[in-house]
């Protein structure tokens, strides 16, 4: 498995492990457009994908433009082998090389997702959205992680 950034050709395969999570499900996948993903990716900030024999197993994509994480999503199938930490670790270490603007993002409360933030450092400051849990992560707390 490999992590290398994501580039345009990569949109359609990222669609389909966004539509494949069984967690943090969109409502309508239509809300998230090709063109979305390549404004994220191009313009806002950067994306790493998750490769295995030329199918994309997971994604992460984050934004400088509005310093939060856009996405961070693996393929049910690629859960759990470490390669979302990889994912994590990657971009995370690019936005920090590029700012040192505090950075959040938000995901639902008691999902795997919530669980995996917490154990990377993230820390909890409010609500967000439709109850999602809102966290920070700031350059200082990146750099000293253990």
Same mark, same amino acid.
């Given at each position: 498995?490999?992590? @290398?950034?994501? &580039?345009?050709?990569?949109?359609? &395969?990222? &669609?389909?492990?966004?539509?494949?999570?069984?967690?943090?499900? +969109?409502?309508?996948?239509? +809300? !998230?457009?090709?063109?979305?993903?390549?404004?994220?990716?191009?313009? @806002?900030?950067?994306? #790493?994908?998750?490769? +295995?024999?030329? !199918?994309?197993?997971?994604? /992460?994509?984050?934004? !400088?433009?509005?310093?939060? !994480?856009? /996405? +961070?999503?693996?393929?049910?199938?690629?859960? /759990?082998?470490?390669?979302?930490?990889?994912?994590?670790?990657?971009?995370?270490? #690019?936005?920090?090389? &590029?700012?040192?603007?505090?950075? #959040?993002?938000?995901?639902?409360?008691?999902?795997? /997702?919530?669980?995996?933030? @917490?154990?990377?450092? #993230?820390?909890?400051?409010?609500?967000?959205?439709?109850?999602?849990?809102?966290?920070?992560?700031?350059?200082?707390?990146?750099?000293?992680?253990?």
């Amino acid at each position: 498995m490999i992590v @290398r950034e994501a &580039q345009i050709e990569d949109i359609p &395969q990222i &669609q389909m492990v966004r539509n494949s999570v069984k967690e943090n499900m +969109l409502s309508d996948p239509a +809300l !998230v457009t090709d063109k979305d993903v390549e404004d994220y990716i191009i313009n @806002r900030g950067k994306g #790493w994908v998750s490769e +295995l024999d030329s !199918v994309i197993t997971g994604f /992460a994509i984050v934004s !400088v433009t509005d310093n939060n !994480v856009w /996405a +961070l999503f693996m393929n049910p199938d690629y859960e /759990a082998k470490g390669v979302g930490k990889k994912l994590h670790d990657e971009m995370m270490n #690019w936005y920090f090389s &590029q700012t040192d603007k505090t950075i #959040w993002l938000s995901t639902s409360p008691g999902t795997r /997702a919530d669980t995996f933030y @917490r154990k990377a450092g #993230w820390k909890e400051i409010g609500v967000y959205g439709k109850g999602e849990t809102k966290f920070e992560m700031t350059i200082d707390d990146w750099n000293s992680r253990g």
